[in-house]
């Protein structure tokens, strides 16, 4: 067996890394602590929102010490399209009740925040004893709507990124790294 550490090329789609996947694994395991240290009397719920944050749901979860478990919602705002078109429609809902629950809710990107407040409001319409929130990116000058966002990945300039769960048009989600892309390969949709 090679055992060369190899090292990944850039997507030729990428025009450059925001991002890598070194600070992706340190980041989750601070805010991984953070949030076992924050949750040491009380089970939290995390609930994923689909599909984008799959990938931080699943790394985050690995450096969390405290009592947890998983639900996931999926949720769409954006289409195919690269712009939020300001409708948050449910496509998969919870399995779980959330009366009483502490939840926190894990987003791969704060970007208007419609998302989030939706679901803020949401969760605590359904009876959730507290909700909070981590995003693995929050995006800088682009939320339209107040967010609290107790944990906090990575501020990012307003610009169109992929990888690590966040797609243009499905596709991208697999990069191990956040990283610009291309205008070329949106222009003239
Ligand atoms: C993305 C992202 C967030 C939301 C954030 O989801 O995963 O859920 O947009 O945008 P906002 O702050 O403007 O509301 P998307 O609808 O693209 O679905 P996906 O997770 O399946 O990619």
């Not at 909070?132 to 000058?141: F, L, N, S, T």
């Not at 191990?176 to 003239?188: A, D, F, H, T």
Request: aromatic share 8%.
């Amino acid at each position: 067996m090679n055992n060369e550490v190899s090292v990944t090329a850039v997507h030729p789609d990428i025009e450059r890394v925001l991002v890598t996947e070194e600070q992706l694994r340190k980041r989750n395991a601070d805010l991984g602590a953070m949030i076992s240290h924050d949750y040491t009397d009380r089970e939290v719920l995390v609930v994923g929102v689909l599909k984008g944050a799959a990938w931080f749901v699943s790394d985050l979860t690995r450096h969390m010490t405290c009592d947890f478990t998983v639900d996931y919602m999926a949720v769409s705002s954006y289409g195919a399209a690269h712009k939020s078109s300001g409708v948050v429609r449910i496509l998969k809902d919870l399995e779980v009740p959330l009366e009483g629950r502490h939840v926190l809710i894990a987003e791969d990107i704060l970007d208007t925040g419609l998302t989030l407040k939706y679901l803020i409001r949401n969760f605590l319409g359904r009876g959730a004893a507290s909700v909070e929130v981590a995003a693995c990116v929050v995006k800088e000058g682009a939320q339209e709507e107040e967010v609290d966002v107790k944990y906090e990945g990575f501020v990012l300039p307003n610009e169109f990124v992929v990888g690590y769960g966040l797609d243009y048009a499905q596709r991208y989600r697999g990069l191990p790294y956040i990283g610009v892309l291309r205008p070329s390969v949106y222009e003239g949709e």
